[in-house]
């Protein structure tokens, strides 16, 4: 493959892995930050938001590495520039662990992620891992073992949101035999 000016350019070179992992980071952070809706569904608040649609995307569409990336850096960088800070090392690891999940799934046995019933599995296990890890996450900060029972509904809803969005929008992608 050649660019414009003729220089050889590999497919599989570190300046196209950087720029897609830069555009998939921007595309979770985008959706969860300007796509949201906050609702009082817990007691410490609530954020329904379509970042999870873009990692769900992510991970079917470019598998488990690009998926990890992209949830870690994007929603991360999401509390840390909307003034939840505190949450922002763990909400990488989850958001990580989640895409890492999904892509690993997904792409297992040859599959590349292109079976509906495992990429939807993927996401129920990392759905799980989610909202477990959110929970310990506000135990840990809040210093209360009740309270974040009631964000578990709205963290079921995200799931629910960006799966009904992100494995029709995976699926579309892939059709295009673009990746």
Same mark, same amino acid.
């Not at 329904?48 to 690009?66: C, D, P, Q, S």
């Not at 129920?124 to 029972?149: D, F, K, Q, R």
């Given at each position: 493959? $050649?660019?414009?000016?003729? &220089? /050889? ?5 570190? #300046? !196209? $892995?950087?720029? #897609? ?11 969860? !930050?300007?796509?949201? +809706?906050?609702? /009082? +569904?817990?007691? %410490?608040?609530?954020? +329904?938001?379509?970042?999870? @649609? ?6 079917? *569409?470019?598998? !488990? ?31 990580? +662990? ?15 992620? $292109?079976?509906?019933?495992? %990429?939807?599995?993927?996401?129920? &296990?990392?759905? &799980? &891992?989610?909202? *477990?890890?959110?929970?310990? @996450? $506000? ?23 960006? @799966? ?16």
């Amino acid at each position: 493959m $050649e660019n414009q000016l003729n &220089v /050889p350019m590999k497919t599989g070179s570190k #300046t !196209k $892995e950087l720029v #897609t992992s830069g555009l998939l980071i921007s595309m979770v952070f985008i959706a969860t !930050k300007f796509i949201n +809706i906050r609702l /009082p +569904i817990s007691i %410490n608040g609530g954020l +329904i938001h379509l970042g999870n @649609t873009m990692l769900f995307l992510a991970a079917i *569409v470019f598998g !488990k590495r690009k998926g990890a990336i992209a949830g870690a850096f994007g929603m991360g960088l999401f509390d840390i520039v909307s003034g939840w800070v505190a949450w922002a090392p763990f909400t990488f690891m989850i958001r990580g +662990i989640m895409g890492y999940i999904i892509g690993s799934i997904a792409y297992a046995n040859g599959r590349k992620g $292109e079976r509906f019933l495992w %990429n939807l599995a993927g996401i129920v &296990v990392s759905g &799980v &891992v989610m909202i *477990v890890g959110y929970y310990i @996450t $506000e135990g840990v900060l809040y210093g209360n073992w009740i309270a974040p029972m009631t964000s578990i509904p709205g963290n079921a809803i995200q799931i629910l949101i960006g @799966t009904a969005i992100g494995l029709p929008a995976a699926a579309a992608v892939k059709r295009t035999k673009l990746f």
